[in-house]
């Protein structure tokens, strides 16, 4: 009994270092940014969690700070990007891929 609460306390502590960390950072982990969501003419808020994925599964073309879908719209993935690094338009090996969710609502000015 002794050992459970030691236990519980200690993952206590770690969420609240955890927490604490994040809201000194803004309440995000990793950089803040703006994207661009051209078919709803709206900016979103976004925040990157993660900076580099494999390429596995399927990622929503960033050109720059602007993409064709956003929340709620099909073609929407949820925040799965790749940068077309070489300029082939084709997903590859070169390209990079990552997380950065887009945070409502979207709104008409950066």
Excluded at 94 to 101: A, M
Aim: proline share 5%; net charge negative; hydrophobic share 40%.
């Amino acid at each position: 009994m002794k050992g459970r609460m030691i236990a519980v306390a200690l993952s206590a502590a770690i969420a609240l270092v955890i927490t604490a960390t994040a809201i000194a950072a803004g309440g995000r982990a990793g950089e803040t940014g703006t994207i661009y969501v051209t078919s709803q003419g709206l900016y979103y808020d976004t925040f990157a969690t993660a900076d580099s994925l494999p390429m596995h599964g399927r990622f929503q073309k960033l050109e720059g700070n602007t993409t064709q879908f956003g929340p709620g719209q099909p073609g929407y993935l949820g925040g799965r990007w790749w940068v077309d690094e070489n300029g082939n338009n084709v997903q590859d090996a070169d390209d990079t891929y990552f997380l950065c969710p887009l945070l409502g609502p979207g709104r008409t000015a950066p």
